[in-house]
Protein backbone atom coordinates (compact mmCIF):
# COMPACT_ATOMS: atom_id res chain seq x y z
CA UNK A 1 0.00 0.00 0.00
CA UNK A 2 1.31 3.30 -0.95
CA UNK A 3 -0.39 6.36 0.65
CA UNK A 4 -1.60 8.35 1.73
CA UNK A 5 -0.54 11.70 -0.14
CA UNK A 6 -1.94 14.12 -0.27
CA UNK A 7 -3.78 16.52 -2.75
CA UNK A 8 -4.12 19.98 -1.82
CA UNK A 9 -5.36 21.53 -4.87
CA UNK A 10 -8.43 23.06 -6.25
CA UNK A 11 -9.25 20.18 -8.92
CA UNK A 12 -9.80 23.74 -11.82
CA UNK A 13 -6.22 24.02 -11.78
CA UNK A 14 -4.66 20.59 -11.66
CA UNK A 15 -2.64 20.28 -14.75
CA UNK A 16 -4.06 18.09 -17.18
CA UNK A 17 -2.53 14.85 -17.89
CA UNK A 18 -4.06 13.45 -21.16
CA UNK A 19 -5.04 9.40 -20.38
CA UNK A 20 -4.56 6.83 -22.67
CA UNK A 21 -6.13 6.65 -25.97
CA UNK A 22 -8.90 4.32 -27.32
CA UNK A 23 -8.38 1.60 -24.52
CA UNK A 24 -10.63 -1.11 -24.99
CA UNK A 25 -9.57 -4.49 -22.72
CA UNK A 26 -10.93 -7.84 -23.89
CA UNK A 27 -14.24 -8.44 -22.48
CA UNK A 28 -13.75 -10.96 -19.67
CA UNK A 29 -15.44 -13.52 -18.12
CA UNK A 30 -15.54 -16.20 -15.70
CA UNK A 31 -15.60 -18.76 -18.73
CA UNK A 32 -12.90 -16.80 -20.35
CA UNK A 33 -12.56 -14.06 -23.10
CA UNK A 34 -16.17 -13.26 -23.90
CA UNK A 35 -17.34 -14.12 -28.18
CA UNK A 36 -17.20 -11.51 -30.37
CA UNK A 37 -19.76 -13.04 -32.65
CA UNK A 38 -23.37 -11.82 -32.72
CA UNK A 39 -25.60 -14.38 -31.23
CA UNK A 40 -28.99 -15.33 -31.66
CA UNK A 41 -32.02 -12.92 -29.98
CA UNK A 42 -35.43 -12.98 -30.64
CA UNK A 43 -35.67 -10.06 -32.65
CA UNK A 44 -39.01 -10.27 -34.87
CA UNK A 45 -39.13 -9.96 -38.61
CA UNK A 46 -41.42 -7.73 -38.91
CA UNK A 47 -40.40 -4.65 -36.81
CA UNK A 48 -43.40 -2.64 -37.44
CA UNK A 49 -45.74 -5.71 -35.48
CA UNK A 50 -43.28 -5.96 -32.53
CA UNK A 51 -43.69 -1.78 -32.08
CA UNK A 52 -47.22 -2.42 -32.31
CA UNK A 53 -47.12 -5.09 -29.60
CA UNK A 54 -45.03 -2.91 -27.54
CA UNK A 55 -47.50 -0.42 -27.27
CA UNK A 56 -50.40 -2.43 -26.35
CA UNK A 57 -48.61 -4.82 -24.20
CA UNK A 58 -47.53 -1.73 -21.96
CA UNK A 59 -49.38 -1.13 -18.36
CA UNK A 60 -49.98 2.41 -17.87
CA UNK A 61 -46.92 3.93 -15.97
CA UNK A 62 -47.45 5.98 -12.86
CA UNK A 63 -43.62 6.48 -12.63
CA UNK A 64 -43.01 10.17 -12.20
CA UNK A 65 -41.26 11.89 -14.78
CA UNK A 66 -37.97 13.17 -14.34
CA UNK A 67 -37.23 16.14 -12.36
CA UNK A 68 -33.76 17.16 -13.99
CA UNK A 69 -31.79 15.52 -16.60
CA UNK A 70 -28.58 17.04 -17.99
CA UNK A 71 -25.68 15.46 -20.46
CA UNK A 72 -22.74 14.04 -18.63
CA UNK A 73 -19.16 13.00 -19.73
CA UNK A 74 -19.61 12.01 -23.69
CA UNK A 75 -16.56 9.08 -24.92
CA UNK A 76 -15.45 12.78 -27.02
CA UNK A 77 -15.03 14.57 -23.77
CA UNK A 78 -13.37 11.38 -21.90
CA UNK A 79 -10.14 12.14 -23.96
CA UNK A 80 -9.37 8.88 -24.12
CA UNK A 81 -12.33 7.69 -26.30
CA UNK A 82 -12.37 4.45 -24.16
CA UNK A 83 -15.24 1.79 -24.68
CA UNK A 84 -17.22 1.07 -22.91
CA UNK A 85 -17.80 4.39 -20.32
CA UNK A 86 -18.43 2.05 -17.00
CA UNK A 87 -20.82 4.79 -16.30
CA UNK A 88 -21.05 5.79 -12.81
CA UNK A 89 -22.05 8.75 -9.99
CA UNK A 90 -23.17 9.55 -6.43
CA UNK A 91 -24.72 12.88 -4.94
CA UNK A 92 -24.25 14.43 -2.07
CA UNK A 93 -25.65 17.86 -0.66
CA UNK A 94 -24.09 20.13 -2.79
CA UNK A 95 -22.39 18.40 -5.43
CA UNK A 96 -22.56 15.05 -8.10
CA UNK A 97 -20.10 13.32 -9.16
CA UNK A 98 -20.28 11.53 -12.36
CA UNK A 99 -17.40 9.05 -13.15
CA UNK A 100 -16.42 7.25 -16.96
CA UNK A 101 -13.34 6.07 -18.40
CA UNK A 102 -10.83 7.61 -16.85
CA UNK A 103 -11.49 10.38 -14.86
CA UNK A 104 -14.30 12.11 -13.38
CA UNK A 105 -16.45 15.12 -13.21
CA UNK A 106 -18.04 17.43 -10.14
CA UNK A 107 -21.62 19.10 -11.27
CA UNK A 108 -23.76 21.10 -8.79
CA UNK A 109 -27.07 19.64 -8.31
CA UNK A 110 -28.75 21.48 -11.10
CA UNK A 111 -26.07 19.93 -14.01
CA UNK A 112 -23.70 22.59 -14.40
CA UNK A 113 -20.39 21.60 -14.79
CA UNK A 114 -17.72 23.33 -11.54
CA UNK A 115 -14.57 21.25 -13.02
CA UNK A 116 -13.57 20.79 -16.27
CA UNK A 117 -12.85 16.56 -16.83
CA UNK A 118 -10.41 15.77 -14.30
CA UNK A 119 -8.10 12.51 -15.65
CA UNK A 120 -7.14 10.16 -13.44
CA UNK A 121 -3.76 10.24 -14.56
CA UNK A 122 -3.63 14.22 -13.15
CA UNK A 123 -5.38 13.02 -9.87
CA UNK A 124 -3.27 10.55 -8.84
CA UNK A 125 0.03 11.86 -10.07
CA UNK A 126 0.76 13.01 -6.61
CA UNK A 127 1.54 9.06 -5.92
CA UNK A 128 4.63 9.52 -7.97
CA UNK A 129 6.59 7.79 -10.87
CA UNK A 130 6.81 4.07 -8.82
CA UNK A 131 3.33 2.68 -8.50
CA UNK A 132 1.04 2.96 -12.36
CA UNK A 133 -1.61 5.27 -10.33
CA UNK A 134 1.09 8.14 -10.18
CA UNK A 135 2.92 7.00 -13.74
CA UNK A 136 -0.06 7.85 -16.15
CA UNK A 137 -1.16 4.25 -15.98
CA UNK A 138 -4.73 4.73 -14.71
CA UNK A 139 -6.77 1.58 -16.21
CA UNK A 140 -10.50 2.33 -16.08
CA UNK A 141 -13.16 0.37 -14.32
CA UNK A 142 -13.71 3.65 -12.28
CA UNK A 143 -16.00 3.87 -9.36
CA UNK A 144 -17.09 6.92 -7.04
CA UNK A 145 -19.64 6.90 -3.70
CA UNK A 146 -20.83 9.52 -1.41
CA UNK A 147 -20.21 8.82 2.63
CA UNK A 148 -23.38 9.83 4.17
CA UNK A 149 -21.89 9.57 7.14
CA UNK A 150 -18.89 11.50 7.48
CA UNK A 151 -19.60 13.82 4.37
CA UNK A 152 -17.05 12.47 2.28
CA UNK A 153 -16.17 11.45 -1.40
CA UNK A 154 -14.23 8.28 -2.63
CA UNK A 155 -12.86 8.25 -6.33
CA UNK A 156 -11.25 5.23 -7.39
CA UNK A 157 -9.61 3.46 -10.48
CA UNK A 158 -7.64 0.47 -11.44
CA UNK A 159 -4.03 1.02 -12.07
CA UNK A 160 -1.33 -0.91 -14.52
CA UNK A 161 0.72 -0.77 -17.07
CA UNK A 162 -0.87 -3.44 -19.73
CA UNK A 163 -2.81 -6.16 -20.27
CA UNK A 164 -2.09 -9.06 -20.42
CA UNK A 165 1.27 -7.87 -19.06
CA UNK A 166 3.78 -8.16 -16.76
CA UNK A 167 2.06 -6.40 -13.48
CA UNK A 168 1.67 -5.15 -11.11
CA UNK A 169 -1.57 -4.21 -10.74
CA UNK A 170 -3.21 -1.58 -8.19
CA UNK A 171 -6.64 -0.17 -7.17
CA UNK A 172 -5.98 3.62 -6.92
CA UNK A 173 -8.53 5.00 -4.19
CA UNK A 174 -8.93 8.85 -3.21
CA UNK A 175 -10.90 10.17 -0.04
CA UNK A 176 -11.84 13.79 -0.14
CA UNK A 177 -10.53 15.67 2.99
CA UNK A 178 -13.61 17.66 3.15
CA UNK A 179 -17.05 18.14 1.65
CA UNK A 180 -16.21 19.64 -1.05
CA UNK A 181 -14.86 17.19 -3.71
CA UNK A 182 -13.59 20.42 -5.91
CA UNK A 183 -11.32 22.74 -3.61
CA UNK A 184 -11.32 20.21 -0.26
CA UNK A 185 -8.57 18.54 -1.16
CA UNK A 186 -7.92 14.38 -1.33
CA UNK A 187 -6.02 11.76 0.27
CA UNK A 188 -4.50 9.19 -2.12
CA UNK A 189 -3.96 5.73 -1.84
CA UNK A 190 -2.10 3.01 -4.15
CA UNK A 191 -3.41 -0.35 -3.28
CA UNK A 192 -1.13 -3.14 -4.54
CA UNK A 193 -4.23 -6.25 -5.43
CA UNK A 194 -1.98 -8.40 -7.02
CA UNK A 195 1.76 -8.61 -8.50
CA UNK A 196 0.51 -10.91 -11.58
CA UNK A 197 -3.39 -11.22 -11.84
CA UNK A 198 -5.50 -8.62 -13.67
CA UNK A 199 -7.93 -7.05 -10.72
CA UNK A 200 -11.19 -6.26 -13.13
CA UNK A 201 -14.07 -5.02 -12.28
CA UNK A 202 -13.93 -3.11 -8.51
CA UNK A 203 -16.82 -2.57 -6.83
CA UNK A 204 -16.64 -0.34 -3.42
CA UNK A 205 -19.24 -0.26 -1.07
CA UNK A 206 -19.61 1.74 2.73
CA UNK A 207 -19.96 -0.33 6.14
CA UNK A 208 -20.17 1.30 9.27
CA UNK A 209 -19.13 -1.73 11.32
CA UNK A 210 -16.26 -2.68 12.47
CA UNK A 211 -16.78 -0.08 14.76
CA UNK A 212 -15.89 3.08 15.72
CA UNK A 213 -14.81 3.89 11.90
CA UNK A 214 -16.23 1.65 10.20
CA UNK A 215 -14.43 -0.02 6.69
CA UNK A 216 -14.63 0.67 2.59
CA UNK A 217 -15.21 -2.61 1.58
CA UNK A 218 -13.68 -3.57 -2.44
CA UNK A 219 -14.08 -6.97 -4.26
CA UNK A 220 -12.31 -7.78 -7.29
CA UNK A 221 -12.52 -10.64 -9.97
CA UNK A 222 -8.90 -11.65 -10.76
CA UNK A 223 -7.74 -12.91 -14.03
CA UNK A 224 -4.44 -14.51 -14.89
CA UNK A 225 -2.52 -13.79 -18.48
CA UNK A 226 -4.37 -15.72 -20.91
CA UNK A 227 -7.36 -14.25 -19.63
CA UNK A 228 -8.76 -16.93 -16.95
CA UNK A 229 -10.64 -16.06 -13.87
CA UNK A 230 -8.91 -17.35 -11.07
CA UNK A 231 -10.44 -16.21 -8.23
CA UNK A 232 -12.29 -13.25 -6.35
CA UNK A 233 -10.67 -10.98 -3.96
CA UNK A 234 -12.25 -8.67 -1.06
CA UNK A 235 -10.68 -6.24 0.73
CA UNK A 236 -11.78 -4.09 3.97
CA UNK A 237 -10.30 -0.94 4.49
CA UNK A 238 -10.02 1.01 7.56
CA UNK A 239 -12.21 3.86 7.04
CA UNK A 240 -12.06 5.61 10.14
CA UNK A 241 -7.90 6.01 9.82
CA UNK A 242 -8.37 7.12 6.32
CA UNK A 243 -11.10 9.80 6.93
CA UNK A 244 -8.06 11.45 9.63
CA UNK A 245 -5.44 11.04 6.55
CA UNK A 246 -4.16 7.76 7.92
CA UNK A 247 -3.24 4.28 6.54
CA UNK A 248 -5.61 2.24 4.98
CA UNK A 249 -4.59 -1.42 6.81
CA UNK A 250 -6.39 -3.53 4.51
CA UNK A 251 -7.43 -6.93 5.42
CA UNK A 252 -8.41 -9.16 2.15
CA UNK A 253 -9.15 -12.59 1.84
CA UNK A 254 -8.92 -14.72 -1.78
CA UNK A 255 -11.64 -17.05 -2.71
CA UNK A 256 -10.77 -19.30 -5.23
CA UNK A 257 -12.08 -19.54 -8.26
CA UNK A 258 -12.65 -23.13 -8.75
CA UNK A 259 -13.20 -23.95 -4.98
CA UNK A 260 -16.33 -23.92 -3.79
CA UNK A 261 -17.29 -24.12 -7.65
CA UNK A 262 -16.49 -22.23 -10.54
CA UNK A 263 -17.24 -18.83 -10.48
CA UNK A 264 -19.48 -19.75 -7.50
CA UNK A 265 -18.01 -16.27 -5.53
CA UNK A 266 -17.96 -14.19 -9.22
CA UNK A 267 -18.99 -10.39 -9.40
CA UNK A 268 -19.21 -10.45 -5.54
CA UNK A 269 -21.00 -7.08 -4.26
CA UNK A 270 -20.55 -5.61 -1.05
CA UNK A 271 -23.97 -4.11 0.63
CA UNK A 272 -23.62 -0.49 0.71
CA UNK A 273 -25.40 1.75 3.57
CA UNK A 274 -26.96 4.38 2.38
CA UNK A 275 -30.45 5.01 4.31
CA UNK A 276 -32.36 4.53 6.84
CA UNK A 277 -30.80 3.61 10.72
CA UNK A 278 -27.53 2.19 10.20
CA UNK A 279 -26.50 -1.73 10.96
CA UNK A 280 -26.42 -2.19 14.10
CA UNK A 281 -22.96 -2.13 15.96
CA UNK A 282 -20.91 -5.38 15.01
CA UNK A 283 -23.13 -6.41 12.18
CA UNK A 284 -20.93 -8.01 9.94
CA UNK A 285 -20.65 -6.84 6.28
CA UNK A 286 -22.83 -8.90 3.72
CA UNK A 287 -21.67 -9.79 0.40
CA UNK A 288 -23.83 -11.60 -2.66
CA UNK A 289 -23.24 -12.98 -5.69
CA UNK A 290 -24.72 -15.86 -8.17
CA UNK A 291 -23.25 -18.81 -9.64
CA UNK A 292 -22.88 -19.91 -13.26
CA UNK A 293 -23.12 -22.95 -15.23
CA UNK A 294 -20.54 -24.83 -17.44
CA UNK A 295 -23.06 -24.20 -20.66
CA UNK A 296 -25.68 -21.37 -21.59
CA UNK A 297 -29.31 -22.50 -20.88
CA UNK A 298 -29.34 -24.07 -17.61
CA UNK A 299 -31.52 -23.05 -14.67
CA UNK A 300 -29.92 -22.04 -11.75
CA UNK A 301 -31.72 -21.70 -8.40
CA UNK A 302 -29.63 -20.08 -5.67
CA UNK A 303 -28.15 -16.51 -4.34
CA UNK A 304 -25.07 -16.58 -2.49
CA UNK A 305 -24.71 -14.88 0.80
CA UNK A 306 -21.15 -14.12 2.69
CA UNK A 307 -20.00 -12.48 5.96
CA UNK A 308 -17.13 -10.05 6.15
CA UNK A 309 -16.39 -9.90 9.57
CA UNK A 310 -13.44 -6.94 10.36
CA UNK A 311 -10.75 -6.42 12.98
CA UNK A 312 -8.37 -3.75 12.31
CA UNK A 313 -7.31 -4.04 15.70
CA UNK A 314 -6.38 -7.75 15.76
CA UNK A 315 -6.32 -8.36 11.80
CA UNK A 316 -6.21 -12.27 12.53
CA UNK A 317 -9.15 -12.08 13.79
CA UNK A 318 -10.84 -11.16 10.60
CA UNK A 319 -13.18 -13.81 8.53
CA UNK A 320 -14.81 -14.01 5.37
CA UNK A 321 -17.15 -16.76 4.93
CA UNK A 322 -16.47 -20.42 5.92
CA UNK A 323 -13.78 -22.40 6.45
CA UNK A 324 -10.28 -21.71 4.25
CA UNK A 325 -11.64 -21.34 1.08
CA UNK A 326 -14.57 -19.06 2.34
CA UNK A 327 -17.20 -21.04 0.87
CA UNK A 328 -20.68 -18.89 1.23
CA UNK A 329 -22.28 -18.50 4.52
CA UNK A 330 -25.91 -18.90 2.97
CA UNK A 331 -27.55 -20.76 -0.27
CA UNK A 332 -30.64 -18.28 -0.38
CA UNK A 333 -33.50 -20.43 -2.44
CA UNK A 334 -34.60 -18.25 -5.77
CA UNK A 335 -36.74 -18.36 -8.42
CA UNK A 336 -34.90 -20.19 -11.67
CA UNK A 337 -33.54 -18.25 -13.93
CA UNK A 338 -30.87 -18.11 -16.58
CA UNK A 339 -27.79 -16.15 -17.15
CA UNK A 340 -27.58 -14.03 -20.04
CA UNK A 341 -25.15 -15.89 -22.41
CA UNK A 342 -25.72 -18.54 -24.97
CA UNK A 343 -24.25 -21.99 -24.94
CA UNK A 344 -21.02 -20.48 -26.91
CA UNK A 345 -20.73 -18.14 -23.95
CA UNK A 346 -21.51 -15.49 -26.23
CA UNK A 347 -23.12 -12.19 -24.68
CA UNK A 348 -23.79 -10.20 -27.65
CA UNK A 349 -27.76 -10.97 -27.22
CA UNK A 350 -29.42 -7.68 -26.98
CA UNK A 351 -30.98 -6.14 -30.32
CA UNK A 352 -30.79 -2.50 -31.64
CA UNK A 353 -32.94 -0.55 -33.98
CA UNK A 354 -31.64 -0.15 -37.65
CA UNK A 355 -28.84 -2.56 -37.71
CA UNK A 356 -27.86 -6.31 -36.99
CA UNK A 357 -24.90 -5.37 -34.09
CA UNK A 358 -25.92 -6.47 -30.73
CA UNK A 359 -24.88 -5.49 -27.81
CA UNK A 360 -23.33 -7.16 -24.47
CA UNK A 361 -25.80 -8.34 -22.00
CA UNK A 362 -23.30 -8.89 -19.14
CA UNK A 363 -25.94 -11.35 -17.78
CA UNK A 364 -23.89 -13.41 -15.29
CA UNK A 365 -23.63 -11.63 -12.58
CA UNK A 366 -25.16 -9.25 -9.07
CA UNK A 367 -24.87 -5.47 -10.72
CA UNK A 368 -24.01 -2.72 -7.96
CA UNK A 369 -24.55 -1.85 -6.01
CA UNK A 370 -26.61 -4.16 -3.40
CA UNK A 371 -28.24 -2.11 -1.08
CA UNK A 372 -28.96 -2.48 3.09
CA UNK A 373 -31.73 -0.91 4.56
CA UNK A 374 -32.69 -0.93 8.03
CA UNK A 375 -36.55 0.59 8.16
CA UNK A 376 -37.67 -0.28 12.34
CA UNK A 377 -35.66 -2.68 12.94
CA UNK A 378 -36.10 -4.92 10.05
CA UNK A 379 -32.72 -5.21 7.76
CA UNK A 380 -33.08 -5.75 3.98
CA UNK A 381 -30.68 -6.40 1.01
CA UNK A 382 -32.00 -5.26 -2.14
CA UNK A 383 -29.79 -6.65 -5.31
CA UNK A 384 -30.28 -6.78 -9.13
CA UNK A 385 -28.77 -8.80 -11.84
CA UNK A 386 -29.84 -9.52 -16.20
CA UNK A 387 -31.52 -12.84 -16.89
CA UNK A 388 -32.25 -14.18 -19.96
CA UNK A 389 -36.22 -15.37 -21.16
CA UNK A 390 -37.04 -17.97 -23.13
CA UNK A 391 -33.78 -19.10 -23.43
CA UNK A 392 -31.83 -18.91 -26.15
CA UNK A 393 -34.91 -16.12 -27.96
CA UNK A 394 -34.72 -13.82 -25.06
CA UNK A 395 -35.80 -11.01 -24.44
CA UNK A 396 -33.33 -10.12 -21.61
CA UNK A 397 -34.93 -9.07 -18.29
CA UNK A 398 -34.11 -7.26 -14.94
CA UNK A 399 -34.50 -10.08 -11.75
CA UNK A 400 -34.78 -7.90 -8.56
CA UNK A 401 -35.03 -9.06 -4.84
CA UNK A 402 -35.95 -7.89 -1.56
CA UNK A 403 -33.81 -10.35 0.84
CA UNK A 404 -34.78 -10.39 4.99
CA UNK A 405 -31.42 -10.30 6.93
CA UNK A 406 -32.31 -8.94 10.08
CA UNK A 407 -30.29 -10.15 12.92
CA UNK A 408 -27.79 -10.04 10.63
CA UNK A 409 -28.66 -13.52 9.19
CA UNK A 410 -29.20 -14.49 5.30
CA UNK A 411 -32.72 -15.68 4.94
CA UNK A 412 -33.98 -19.09 3.16
CA UNK A 413 -35.72 -17.73 0.67
CA UNK A 414 -36.21 -13.92 -1.15
CA UNK A 415 -38.64 -11.79 0.66
CA UNK A 416 -39.13 -10.15 -2.88
CA UNK A 417 -38.11 -10.96 -6.34
CA UNK A 418 -39.59 -10.44 -10.03
CA UNK A 419 -38.41 -10.74 -13.61
CA UNK A 420 -39.30 -6.94 -14.88
CA UNK A 421 -40.58 -6.94 -17.95
CA UNK A 422 -43.28 -4.20 -17.89
CA UNK A 423 -45.83 -6.39 -18.90
CA UNK A 424 -43.49 -8.55 -21.35
CA UNK A 425 -43.60 -6.10 -23.89
CA UNK A 426 -40.89 -7.61 -25.56
CA UNK A 427 -38.02 -5.16 -24.80
CA UNK A 428 -34.46 -5.62 -23.85
CA UNK A 429 -33.92 -4.57 -20.19
CA UNK A 430 -30.40 -4.77 -18.87
CA UNK A 431 -27.77 -2.85 -17.32
CA UNK A 432 -29.66 -2.13 -14.33
CA UNK A 433 -28.73 -0.52 -10.90
CA UNK A 434 -31.24 -0.08 -7.78
CA UNK A 435 -31.50 1.58 -4.57
CA UNK A 436 -34.19 2.51 -2.38
CA UNK A 437 -35.61 5.89 -0.16
CA UNK A 438 -36.33 6.45 3.15
CA UNK A 439 -39.44 5.18 2.97
CA UNK A 440 -39.22 1.94 1.26
CA UNK A 441 -40.21 2.96 -1.81
CA UNK A 442 -37.72 1.07 -4.84
CA UNK A 443 -36.20 2.03 -8.22
CA UNK A 444 -34.23 0.66 -10.76
CA UNK A 445 -32.40 2.52 -13.48
CA UNK A 446 -31.32 0.40 -16.55
CA UNK A 447 -30.84 -0.15 -20.36
CA UNK A 448 -33.84 -0.77 -22.73
CA UNK A 449 -33.40 -1.78 -26.44
CA UNK A 450 -35.11 -4.14 -29.30
CA UNK A 451 -34.83 -4.61 -33.23
CA UNK A 452 -37.20 -1.70 -33.51
CA UNK A 453 -35.54 0.75 -30.92
CA UNK A 454 -32.24 2.40 -30.48
CA UNK A 455 -30.99 2.08 -26.93
CA UNK A 456 -32.90 4.43 -24.30
CA UNK A 457 -32.32 4.82 -20.77
CA UNK A 458 -35.10 4.08 -18.79
CA UNK A 459 -36.42 3.54 -14.64
CA UNK A 460 -39.44 1.81 -13.39
CA UNK A 461 -40.14 1.80 -9.19
CA UNK A 462 -42.43 0.81 -6.61
CA UNK A 463 -44.23 2.23 -3.65
CA UNK A 464 -43.81 0.61 0.02
CA UNK A 465 -47.68 0.00 -0.33
CA UNK A 466 -47.26 -1.63 -3.64
CA UNK A 467 -48.31 -5.29 -3.76
CA UNK A 468 -45.26 -7.45 -3.20
CA UNK A 469 -43.38 -9.05 -6.37
CA UNK A 470 -43.77 -6.32 -8.88
CA UNK A 471 -42.62 -2.59 -9.96
CA UNK A 472 -46.16 -1.28 -9.53
CA UNK A 473 -45.20 2.22 -10.49
CA UNK A 474 -44.50 1.09 -14.13
CA UNK A 475 -41.21 2.73 -16.30
CA UNK A 476 -40.73 6.00 -17.29
CA UNK A 477 -37.81 7.28 -19.83
CA UNK A 478 -35.03 8.90 -19.27
CA UNK A 479 -33.79 9.72 -22.31
CA UNK A 480 -34.53 8.49 -25.82
CA UNK A 481 -31.70 7.23 -28.08
CA UNK A 482 -30.98 8.59 -31.56
CA UNK A 483 -28.73 6.14 -32.37
CA UNK A 484 -27.21 2.82 -32.40
CA UNK A 485 -23.54 1.37 -31.53
CA UNK A 486 -21.88 0.06 -34.64
CA UNK A 487 -18.40 -1.14 -32.60
CA UNK A 488 -18.27 -4.74 -33.42
CA UNK A 489 -17.63 -5.34 -29.61
CA UNK A 490 -20.70 -4.69 -28.31
CA UNK A 491 -19.61 -3.34 -25.32
CA UNK A 492 -22.06 -2.26 -23.76
CA UNK A 493 -21.75 0.16 -19.70
CA UNK A 494 -19.81 -1.90 -18.30
CA UNK A 495 -22.44 -0.77 -15.48
CA UNK A 496 -24.84 2.18 -14.39
CA UNK A 497 -25.48 3.47 -10.87
CA UNK A 498 -28.92 4.61 -9.29
CA UNK A 499 -28.14 6.50 -6.22
CA UNK A 500 -30.31 8.22 -3.42
CA UNK A 501 -30.35 12.12 -2.54
CA UNK A 502 -29.46 13.13 0.46
CA UNK A 503 -33.05 14.68 0.86
CA UNK A 504 -33.93 10.68 1.25
CA UNK A 505 -36.63 10.57 -1.34
CA UNK A 506 -34.92 11.54 -4.66
CA UNK A 507 -32.95 9.34 -6.99
CA UNK A 508 -30.32 9.70 -9.40
CA UNK A 509 -29.53 7.58 -12.22
CA UNK A 510 -26.48 7.84 -14.73
CA UNK A 511 -25.90 5.43 -17.54
CA UNK A 512 -24.84 5.63 -21.57
CA UNK A 513 -26.99 5.82 -24.51
CA UNK A 514 -26.22 6.68 -28.06
CA UNK A 515 -26.90 10.61 -29.62
CA UNK A 516 -26.07 9.94 -32.64
CA UNK A 517 -25.34 6.41 -35.03
CA UNK A 518 -22.00 5.29 -34.28
CA UNK A 519 -19.19 4.64 -32.02
CA UNK A 520 -19.17 7.52 -29.42
CA UNK A 521 -21.24 6.92 -26.57
CA UNK A 522 -22.97 9.69 -24.53
CA UNK A 523 -23.78 9.76 -20.88
CA UNK A 524 -26.83 11.49 -19.25
CA UNK A 525 -27.79 12.19 -15.67
CA UNK A 526 -31.12 12.66 -14.46
CA UNK A 527 -32.98 13.12 -11.06
CA UNK A 528 -36.71 11.78 -10.24
CA UNK A 529 -38.74 11.12 -7.02
CA UNK A 530 -41.69 9.60 -6.19
CA UNK A 531 -44.94 11.88 -4.84
CA UNK A 532 -44.35 12.26 -1.06
CA UNK A 533 -47.57 10.43 0.06
CA UNK A 534 -48.84 13.01 3.31
CA UNK A 535 -51.67 11.50 5.99
CA UNK A 536 -54.33 14.43 5.45
CA UNK A 537 -55.09 15.90 9.02
CA UNK A 538 -57.86 14.35 11.73
CA UNK A 539 -60.99 16.90 10.61
CA UNK A 540 -61.82 18.60 14.04
CA UNK A 541 -65.31 17.95 15.34
CA UNK A 542 -68.08 20.39 14.81
CA UNK A 543 -71.32 20.86 16.57
CA UNK A 544 -73.76 19.99 15.26
CA UNK A 545 -76.22 23.08 13.60
CA UNK A 546 -79.22 23.59 15.23
CA UNK A 547 -82.81 22.72 13.52
CA UNK A 548 -84.19 25.74 11.71
Same mark, same amino acid.
Given at each position: ????????????????????????????????????????????????????????????????????????????????????????????????????????????????????????????????????????????????????????????????????????????????????????????????????????????????????????? /?????????? /???????????????????????????????????????????????????????????????????????????????? /??????????????????????????????????????????????????????????????????????????????????????????????????????????????????????????????????????????????? &??????????????????????????????????????????????????????????????????????????? &???? /???????????????????
Amino acid at each position: MIGPVALNQDLRSLPYVAPRADIERPRLTRHGFASGQPGKSGTSALPHVQSLLEKMLTPIPNMPPPLLIFAGTDRVGSGCECRPPDTNGDVGPNHYVQTVNIGFRVFDKSGNPLTPFTTYDSFFAPLGTGNPCGNNQNGGDPFVFYDQIADRWVVSDLGFDSYPGPGPYYECIGVSQTPDPVVGGWNLYALLVDPVNLDDYPKAALWNNPQPGGAYF /FTFDMFNQNG /FFVSVKAYALDRGSMLTGGPANAISFEIPGGDPGLGASYRLVAANFRTGSPPPAGRDEMLLAIDSPGSGGVTLTQVKGWK /FHVDFGTPANSTLGVGPNHAPNSLITVNGFVDAFDSNFNYLLVPQGGTTQKLDTLGDGIMTPVVYQNRNGTESLWADHTVLLNYPNGPTAVRWYQFDVTGGNFPATAGQQQDWTNGNDGLWRWMAAIAVDANGNMALGYSVSS &GSIFPNISYAGRLASDPPNNLGQGEAVLISGSGYQTSASGRWGDYSMTTLDTDGTSFWHTNEYYATTGSSWNTEV &GKFR /FPVVRVPPTPRPRPTPPPR
